[in-house]
């Protein structure tokens, strides 16, 4: 018989695989759109606004890069939320000081959260290059310890990525779930009922 502690434990599930996965996504995107604001902030603030044509484009990239910059951020935050969830659940311990995963997004919520505290003394231009910088670092510390924490624990069960990690979550409907054999009994059955 053998103890609890002799058991191997389970491979990582695909859905915490996957959540892994769309949280560096997420993440990479986000960075990118908010670098993106520096230069189109501080075009729109160095150019007087020429004509309404002008004007109305600033308006518009600055609404499309703030529907960018949410949705990004919205799905960062769901998928670590999920891969957080799912990383407590395995049962391969965790490294002394802890998953560096939990402390890369807990360095990206505090970068996150100090980009909007502008400092005194700095021009709006040098205090939105300071907030982007952080934010960009945040992201860095937040990737490297999503990524280092799941080959932590993939090194630790033994296992590589499962095959159904590479494209949906195992609770979603596949093509495969729908196109199930017809079972013939079923079949009669509907016959039967219809005519009847």
Known sequence: ????????????????????????????????????????????????????????????????????????????????????????????????????????????????AAAYVRPGGLRLADALLLAAGERLLGVILLIAGVAHTRRWIRRRSGTDVPVEAQGVMSGQVTAEGWSTGWDPDVARDIERRRRG
């Open 1 to 112: 018989m053998s103890s609890d502690d002799d058991r191997v434990p389970a491979p990582p599930s695909a859905d915490w695989e996957l959540a892994g996965k769309r949280t560096i996504r997420f993440a990479i995107a986000y960075a990118l759109v908010a670098v993106l604001v520096v230069p189109s902030f501080a075009w729109a603030t160095r150019n007087p606004v020429g004509g309404v044509t002008v004007a109305a484009a600033v308006v518009i990239v600055g609404i499309v890069l703030s529907a960018l910059l949410l949705g990004a951020l919205l799905g960062l935050v769901v998928c670590a939320v999920v891969w957080l969830v799912q990383t407590a659940r395995p049962a391969y311990g965790s490294p002394s000081a802890g998953h560096l995963g939990y402390w890369g997004i807990g360095a990206f919520v505090l970068l996150f």
